[in-house]
């Protein structure tokens, strides 16, 4: 698992920051990437990866702020032009679906591909063999969600030395072992999976918080998570700014990631108030309350493998 960060500013683009929006890629897992946030001129960022907009087959909106949304008409319709046949589904807020279908048919705008929306509500919000993403409300000035994906264990190593001993041919029974199952061969001798495979092994979880203030919600979603995403808009100099305007300083969201017992945080919606030269300090008053807290820049790259986070620049 990969991510990519393609936007990482607050309320409009700056210079060094573009608005927010988040590439999990899980190519290796789901042969798929996933959008959180489509901020403008997502698409364009785009262009300077080696992300296949038609490889989206997931978007993920937090909440209907214009820094947080008005890319999606213009992805949709790339993804559109460049090839994509594969159905699009966009999770998100109440209002989403309509502001979007309305902005399509004004531009009469036509889609190759199937385009479905799932309205976001408190709960599950996606679920299959492999994931489960679960949603919850956070505190900000209109109706805003975070997002906590976890992939489901993985399957245990098969030792196929010690299968082959005990009598199992090569092929497609060492598939079922593999997987978990038990399997009877021709001369009716039973072998379990468990004596041939290794323990299930943890998949990773994530949280990618939309604007917020510090609240409970937040340290829910990040309970245990391998990696947390939290906004920090102000810092800790400006935190009465912050409880203002719904959203969250540098080291509340550090304290949010201790609290939670997470492994990883990258602070991301960075105010363009705050130069090059102040992040230093931004980072330090952080890592003070977390010590392993990362600040994101447009294209930075984090990949999670064998439980480690590993940065990509």
């Given amino acids: 698992m990969q991510l990519h960060f393609l936007g990482t500013g607050a309320g409009m683009p700056s210079k060094d920051r573009n608005t927010s929006a988040v590439a999990l890629k899980l190519l290796e897992e789901r042969g798929s990437i996933w959008l959180f946030d489509c901020g403008e001129a997502t698409q364009h960022q785009i262009l300077h990866t080696t992300i296949k907009p038609r490889k989206v087959d997931k978007v993920f909106i937090t909440h209907l702020h214009g820094d947080h949304?008005?890319?999606?008409?213009?992805?949709?319709?790339?993804?559109?032009?460049?090839?994509?046949?594969?159905?699009?589904?966009?999770?998100?807020?109440?209002g989403l679906k309509q502001w979007l279908e309305q902005t399509l048919?004004?531009?009469?705008?036509?889609?190759?591909?199937?385009?479905?929306?799932?309205?976001?509500?408190?709960?599950?919000?996606?679920?299959?063999?492999?994931?489960?993403?679960?949603?919850?409300?956070?505190?900000?000035?209109?109706?805003?969600?975070?997002?906590?994906?976890?992939?489901?264990?993985?399957?245990?190593?098969?030792?196929?030395?010690?299968?082959?001993?005990?009598?199992?041919?090569?092929?497609?029974?060492?598939?079922?072992?593999?997987?978990?199952?038990?399997?009877?061969?021709?001369?009716?001798?039973?072998?379990?999976?468990?004596?041939?495979?290794?323990?299930?092994?943890?998949?990773?979880?994530?949280?990618?918080?939309?604007?917020?203030?510090?609240?409970?919600?937040?340290?829910?979603?990040?309970?245990?998570?391998?990696?947390?995403?939290?906004?920090?808009?102000?810092?800790?100099?400006?935190?009465?700014?912050?409880?203002?305007?719904?959203?969250?300083?540098?080291?509340?969201?550090?304290?949010?990631?201790?609290?939670?017992?997470?492994?990883?945080l990258i602070l991301n919606h960075i105010s363009a108030r705050f130069l090059e030269k102040d992040l230093p300090h931004f980072l330090a008053e952080a890592q003070h309350v977390f010590a392993n807290t990362f600040i994101a820049h447009d294209q930075l790259q984090f990949e999670w493998k064998q439980h480690e986070v590993i940065v990509k620049e």
Avoid: W
């Fill in 69 to 94: 949304i008005f890319g999606l008409p213009g992805f949709i319709s790339s993804r559109s032009f460049l090839g994509g046949e594969e159905p699009l589904t966009i999770y998100g807020p109440k």
């Fill in 105 to 264: 048919k004004l531009t009469k705008t036509h889609l190759t591909y199937e385009l479905y929306f799932e309205e976001v509500v408190e709960g599950i919000v996606f679920e299959d063999a492999q994931f489960i993403v679960k949603a919850m409300p956070l505190e900000h000035v209109i109706e805003c969600f975070g997002y906590r994906i976890e992939q489901k264990p993985l399957a245990g190593e098969l030792y196929i030395d010690k299968a082959i001993a005990l009598g199992v041919p090569k092929g497609p029974l060492l598939g079922q072992l593999k997987a978990g199952n038990d399997v009877v061969l021709e001369n009716g001798h039973v072998v379990r999976s468990m004596d041939v495979t290794s323990p299930p092994q943890d998949g990773f979880t994530v949280a990618i918080l939309g604007d917020t203030k510090y609240c409970e919600n937040a340290k829910n979603l990040s309970y245990e998570a391998d990696i947390v995403i939290h906004e920090a808009t102000f810092d800790h100099a400006t935190i009465h700014l912050a409880a203002q305007y719904g959203h969250s300083t540098n080291t509340e969201a550090a304290q949010i990631a201790k609290e939670a017992n997470a492994q990883t």
